[in-house]
């Protein structure tokens, strides 16, 4: 009778505990691994960069622009150093500024 009750105690402690979780990640790909990721980083600077050139090098708007640029830059180093996988990549590289 005491090993049944022991028993039954275990069982309850065990069932009890919180499993932990578990999730699959097959098939998604970190931002700062992902070709669309790179891709979009790179036409984003190439546009605000193509835009820079309309303006002289030490004009308000290309300084604007060479801070976007910087901001831009970091955004996707920041995205890419969080982690984020596959399908939320599009959510979060786009424009937040």
């Given amino acids: ?8 105690a275990l069982s309850s402690i065990l069932l009890s505990s919180p499993m932990p979780a578990v999730a699959d990640i097959s ?3 970190p ?11 790179k036409q984003q600077i190439k546009k605000l960069e193509s835009s820079l050139k309309l303006y002289a090098p030490e004009s308000a708007p290309a300084l604007a622009l060479n801070a976007q640029i ?8 920041n995205y890419g150093k969080y982690g984020l996988l596959g399908p939320l990549c599009p ?3 786009g424009p937040l500024s």
């Fill in 27 to 29: 098939g998604l790909t």
């Fill in 1 to 8: 009778m005491k090993a049944f009750s022991e028993a039954v």
């Fill in 91 to 93: 959510i979060f590289y």
């Fill in 31 to 41: 931002c700062k691994e992902s070709k669309q990721f790179a891709k979009r980083e």
């Fill in 70 to 77: 910087e901001k831009t830059k970091r955004r996707f180093d």
